[in-house]
């Protein structure tokens, strides 16, 4: 079992900048990837992005690229993502998973609210 612990979301003006965390405990599983996905009202829960374990790779969704910096602390077993340049449309839950697996993300955080006002 891993337990996904989101923090850092709240209100933002558009242009503003916020810094998730996602802080991974429990059960000493092989954590693959560690991703940031978001859910908006009325929408689909859409990819953000993701970083691998193994080699520090990341991607990120065409619509974060420039403005979104996903990163990891391993002493702290922790995942960040800085979110610059905040727009009305990043608003969403953002929600924090891992792929412990190596094909899936299986575990899921409770997800923060980030609210980006015009």
């Known amino acids: 079992q891993v337990q996904l612990e989101e923090s850092g979301g709240g209100l933002v003006q558009a242009g503003g900048s916020l810094r998730l965390s996602c802080a991974a405990s429990?059960?000493?599983?092989?954590?693959?990837?560690t991703a940031w996905f978001r859910q908006a009202p009325g929408k689909e829960r859409e990819f953000v992005a993701g970083?691998?374990?193994?080699?520090?790779?990341?991607f990120y969704s065409d619509s974060v690229k420039g403005r979104f910096t996903i990163s990891r602390d391993n002493d702290k077993n922790t995942v960040y993502l800085q979110m610059n340049s905040l727009k009305p449309e990043d608003t969403a839950v953002y929600y924090c998973?891992?792929?412990?697996?190596?094909?899936?993300?299986?575990?899921w955080g409770q997800g923060t609210q980030v609210t980006v006002s015009s």
């Open positions: 998973t891992s792929d412990t697996t190596g094909g899936s993300y299986d575990y």
């Open positions: 970083i691998k374990t193994y080699d520090g790779r990341t």
């Open positions: 429990g059960r000493a599983l092989r954590i693959f990837t």
